[in-house]
């Protein structure tokens, strides 16, 4: 079994609160995406089990990173 990012695969979403002014928080994709202008096109590189998203505030632009857990498939 293939294990793969449920947020990647538009499979999941999560609803996360800014811990700094209670904003609600998107997620804005891996965060190897925003390492270099090709992050995009790169192979994914991340651990077997979880994969890192990068999640922004609409209200005060606070940024933080959450490990998502990978489910089989």
């Given at each position: 079994m293939e294990?793969?990012?449920?947020?990647?695969?538009k499979m999941k979403?999560?609803?996360l609160v800014c811990d700094?002014?209670?904003g609600v928080m998107l997620d804005i994709g891996?965060?190897?995406d925003y390492y270099d202008p090709y992050g995009p096109q790169d192979p994914i590189?991340?651990?077997d089990d979880y994969c890192?998203?990068?999640f922004k505030c609409k209200k005060c632009n606070n940024?933080?990173?959450i490990n998502i857990d990978?489910?089989?498939t």
């Amino acid at each position: 079994m293939e294990k793969v990012c449920p947020l990647c695969n538009k499979m999941k979403e999560i609803n996360l609160v800014c811990d700094k002014c209670d904003g609600v928080m998107l997620d804005i994709g891996r965060v190897q995406d925003y390492y270099d202008p090709y992050g995009p096109q790169d192979p994914i590189n991340d651990a077997d089990d979880y994969c890192i998203h990068l999640f922004k505030c609409k209200k005060c632009n606070n940024k933080k990173k959450i490990n998502i857990d990978k489910i089989n498939t």
